[in-house]
C-alpha cells in the first residue's frame, strides 16, 4: 500500500545552528573544544524548540537531559560505549548528536523517527526504550557480555535513568543484582524530582534529603580524588572497590547512603545543567572499576521558562508557539470528551455513592484523568509511582479486605502486571476492577506503546471478565455493573483520545448484564462480529455495505469473556460469513475466541479476522496505522463484499 512519507525538510533557516549543523557523528562532538559545549547545549535547545512546537513530541525531559547527553557523548566513545536511555523520551538531544538532525522533522511521524531509542533505527540507540525502569537490567547484561567477549574493560556501559524511572520495581531488581556482579556499569541518575505529574514515594524524598548533605557528598567526592591522585584509587585495578569505600568510611565514618549500603559507588549530587562539572566528573569516574551511580541534579524543562515553571503540561504539550509559549492544543475542549475524563468524571460520581470504591494509578494520574478523582478525594486514591506490578497486587489486598479498587492502568503499561493479575487476583477471585486505557493502536509512541495484547493475554485467565464499550454510556455502565455484583477481575478496556458522544453525561449508568452484547442492525448475507471501538468503523463499513445492497448483521459484542453465546449461536445456526473485528492482536481475541466457540459446537462458517496482523506496529497517526494493518472502514468494507460474494455463491 502506498503510504504518504513525511516531510523531512526543517528550518535551519540562515544557519541558525551552526555548531550543531557540524555535528553529523559523536566524534565531531569530540573533536569540539570543550569551551564550545555551552553553545552545543544552547543550540540543540533552540532546536527542540523550534521543532517541537510545530511537530509535537516529549518535550521537558529532553530540554533537562541536554548537558547530560552533549557530556555524554563528548566523554564516551560511543557507539563503541553503550548509553542504555530509560524510557528513552529524554533522548532527543541523543539522536540529535547521532545522525538524526536532518531527520527530525518527521519524528513520531509514520515511515519516520521514532520518538524513543530504537537499535533498528540507529547503532547509537543499543536498547529498546519506552516503558520505564528497564535500563539498569538491559545496561548490567551488556556490561557483563561484554566481559564475557573479552571486550572489558575498554568498553563502557551508561545507564541513563530518571528519579520516577528508578523506583520502578525492576529497576530496583537491576540494582540488587548490579551490586553483587562483576560488572562496571555507571548509572547516571538524571533526577529532576517529577515524574510525568509530580513524583512520589519514599525514595524520592530520601534523594531530596541526599540533596541536603549535599556539603557531605561534596566532601566525599574531593576525597575520592585526592585519593585518586595518590594513586589509591581510579584504575581499573583489582581491589580498587575495596580500596575505595575502606577509604572513605575510614575519613568520613560510618555515613553512607542507599546506593553506597548496595556497594554501589555514589557521586553526587551535581549540578546536571554545569556542563564543565558534568564533563569533568564522568572523565573522572569513566575508568573506574565496579558499578557506580552518579546523581546529577536537573530541571525538567531546563531553557524554556514556560515549562521550567509547568513540566508536567510540556511533559508532552503537543503543539505550541515557541515565542510565546501558548499551547495551542487539539481542540481538546470543545465536542465529545476524552474517554480518559469519561472514566475519570463517572468513578469519582461512583465513589461518592459507594464508600468501598477507591482508585489506584501507577504514576499516570492526569494521563488516566485518575487526577479527578484524586482532587476531590486525594484520601481515596493511591499513585503508586511506576509500578504496575504492586499497583494490581495492592488492589488485590485492598480488594480482599471488602474494598473496591479501580486500577486504571494504560494497556501497554499492565504488560508488567501480568502475574499480579493473575496470582494476587484472579485465582482468589478478587474485586478488583482493572480499567485498561489507551487500549488498542495509540499513535505516534508507537511500538512500545500501542494497546494490543492485553485481550490476547487476559483471556485465558479463569474467571476473569473482560469488556470493551463502543460508546461513553456503556463504558460508565460497564464501570457500575463491575461494583454491582461480586465478578472477580472486571476488565474494562478503552481507547486512547476522544469518543463520540457528547451527550454522555446526561444518561445514567445502568447495570448491564454480563456476558451480553447487542445486535446492532439485522442481516441474512453477513454478520459482523465487533468490540469496542471498532462497532464504529463497522457501523460505517455495514451502511456502505447496505448502500450496495449487501445486508450486514453487526453484533456489538461488549464481552470477550464470558462471551455471549446466544449471539454466536444465533450466527452459527445461520451459517452466513463471520467477520471478527478488534483493536488488538488478531491471534488470540475476539476471532481467535469466535473460530474456538464454533469449532467446538460443530458450526463451520467462513471467519474472517481483522486485527492486527502478527507483527509489531511502528508509529504513526492512529488512521495511518490502522489502514497498513488492514482494519480500517475501507478494510472492513471490503471483507463484507468479499464475505458476501462468497456467501452468494
Ligand atoms: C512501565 C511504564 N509505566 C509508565 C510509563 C509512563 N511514563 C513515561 S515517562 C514517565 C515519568 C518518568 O519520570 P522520570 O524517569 O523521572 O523521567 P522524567 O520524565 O522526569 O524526565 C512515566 C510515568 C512508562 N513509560 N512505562
Ligand atoms: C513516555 C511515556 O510513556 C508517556 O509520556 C506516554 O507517551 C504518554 O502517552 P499519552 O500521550 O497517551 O498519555
Ligand atoms: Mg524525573
Not at 544552547?42 to 512546537?53: D, G, T, W
Not at 503543539?319 to 465536542?335: C, N, P, Q, Y
Not at 501507577?362 to 484523568?369: D, K, P, R
Not at 499492565?414 to 499513535?443: E, F, K, N, S
Amino acid at each position: 500500500m502506498e503510504m504518504e512519507r513525511p516531510d523531512t525538510t526543517i528550518q535551519e533557516a540562515d544557519n541558525k545552528y551552526p555548531l550543531l549543523q557540524s555535528i553529523d557523528s559523536p566524534a565531531d562532538l569530540r573533536r569540539l573544544p570543550q569551551s564550545a559545549l555551552p553553545e552545543v547545549c544552547s543550540e540543540i535547545r533552540e532546536f527542540l524548540i523550534n521543532s517541537l512546537s510545530k511537530n509535537p513530541g516529549h518535550f521537558a525531559s529532553s530540554m533537562g537531559a541536554v548537558e547530560l547527553t552533549v557530556a555524554l557523548h563528548y566523554v564516551f566513545n560511543t557507539p563503541y560505549d553503550r548509553i542504555v536511555w530509560d524510557v528513552g523520551h529524554q533522548a532527543y538531544g541523543h539522536k540529535l548528536l547521532t545522525g538524526r538532525r536532518e531527520l527530525f522533522a518527521t519524528n513520531r511521524k509514520f515511515g519516520g523517527l521514532s520518538g524513543f531509542p530504537n537499535p533498528e533505527e540507529s547503532e547509537y540507540d543499543t536498547f529498546t526504550a519506552g516503558h520505564a525502569s528497564n535500563s539498569i537490567s538491559a545496561a548490567l547484561g551488556m556490561t557483563v557480555a561484554s566481559k564475557l567477549q573479552g571486550e572489558s574493560p575498554r568498553r563502557n556501559v551508561v545507564a541513563v535513568i530518571g528519579d520516577a524511572s528508578i523506583s520502578g520495581g525492576l529497576a530496583f531488581e537491576g540494582l540488587n543484582n548490579a551490586a553483587i556482579t562483576p560488572n562496571n556499569l555507571l548509572i547516571i541518575l538524571n533526577d529532576n524530582d517529577m515524574s510525568i505529574d509530580r513524583n512520589v514515594g519514599a525514595l524520592n524524598s530520601y534523594l531530596t534529603h541526599i540533596n541536603t548533605t549535599k556539603a557531605y557528598n561534596t566532601f566525599r567526592y574531593r576525597i575520592y580524588k585526592l585519593l585518586k591522585n595518590m594513586h589509591l584509587v581510579g584504575e581499573r585495578s583489582k581491589g580498587s572497590i575495596l580500596r575505595f569505600n575502606n577509604s572513605i568510611k575510614s575519613l568520613l565514618g560510618k555515613q553512607q547512603n542507599i546506593f553506597e549500603g548496595l556497594n554501589i559507588r555514589y557521586f553526587g549530587p551535581f549540578d546536571g545543567h554545569d556542563i564543565d562539572r558534568v564533563v569533568r566528573v564522568l572523565n573522572d569516574i569513566k575508568e573506574m572499576d565496579g558499578p557506580r551511580i552518579l546523581h546529577l541534579r536537573t530541571v525538567k524543562g531546563k531553557g524554556y521558562r514556560p515549562a521550567e515553571k509547568d513540566p508536567a503540561k510540556w511533559h508532552a504539550p503537543g503543539l505550541f508557539d515557541a515565542v510565546s509559549g501558548k499551547r495551542i492544543g487539539d481542540g481538546s475542549a470543545s465536542g465529545p470528551s476524552k474517554w480518559q475524563d469519561v472514566f475519570g468524571e463517572t468513578l469519582l460520581e461512583l465513589a461518592r455513592d459507594d464508600k468501598r470504591i477507591v482508585g489506584i494509578t501507577a504514576a499516570m494520574s492526569s494521563g488516566t484523568s485518575m487526577n479527578i478523582m484524586q482532587e476531590a478525594m486525594p484520601e481515596r486514591v493511591f499513585d503508586v509511582g511506576i509500578s504496575e506490578g504492586h499497583a494490581i497486587t495492592f488492589a488485590g489486598g485492598l480488594a480482599k479486605e471488602g474494598m473496591r479498587p479501580f486500577a486504571a492502568i494504560y494497556s501497554s503499561f499492565t504488560q508488567r502486571a501480568y502475574d499480579q493479575i493473575i496470582h494476587d487476583v484472579a485465582i482468589q477471585h478478587l474485586p478488583v476492577t482493572l480499567c485498561l486505557d489507551r487500549a488498542g493502536i495509540v499513535g505516534e509512541d508507537g511500538v512500545t506503546h500501542h494497546g494490543v495484547f492485553d485481550m490476547c493475554y487476559l483471556r485465558p485467565i479463569p474467571g476473569i471478565i473482560i469488556s470493551s464499550p463502543m460508546d461513553e454510556s456503556t463504558l460508565r455502565s460497564l464501570m457500575l455493573t463491575s461494583v454491582s455484583g461480586n465478578y472477580g477481575p472486571f476488565v474494562i478496556r478503552y481507547p486512547r483520545g476522544k469518543g463520540n458522544d457528547a451527550m454522555w453525561r446526561e444518561k445514567t449508568p445502568e447495570v448491564i448484564p454480563v456476558g451480553k452484547g447487542h445486535k446492532l442492525r439485522d442481516g441474512k448475507d453477513v454478520a459482523v462480529l465487533s468490540i469496542g471501538p471498532t462497532g464504529r468503523w463497522a457501523v460505517a463499513a455495514a451502511d456502505r455495505a447496505a448502500a450496495e445492497g449487501i445486508s450486514v448483521a453487526h453484533y456489538d459484542m461488549i464481552f470477550l469473556k464470558p462471551i455471549d453465546e446466544e449471539i454466536l449461536r444465533e450466527v452459527g445456526e445461520r451459517g452466513v460469513p463471520v467477520i471478527t473485528i478488534e483493536d488488538g492482536m488478531r491471534d488470540g481475541g475476539l476471532g481467535s475466541a469466535v473460530a474456538e466457540w464454533m469449532a467446538d459446537h460443530d458450526y463451520h462458517p467462513e471467519i474472517i479476522r481483522i486485527g492486527v496482523p502478527d507483527r509489531f506496529v511502528a508509529h504513526g497517526k492512529v488512521p495511518e496505522l490502522m489502514r497498513e494493518c488492514g482494519m480500517d472502514e475501507d478494510a472492513i468494507f471490503s471483507a463484507i463484499k468479499e464475505a458476501a460474494s462468497k456467501s452468494a455463491v
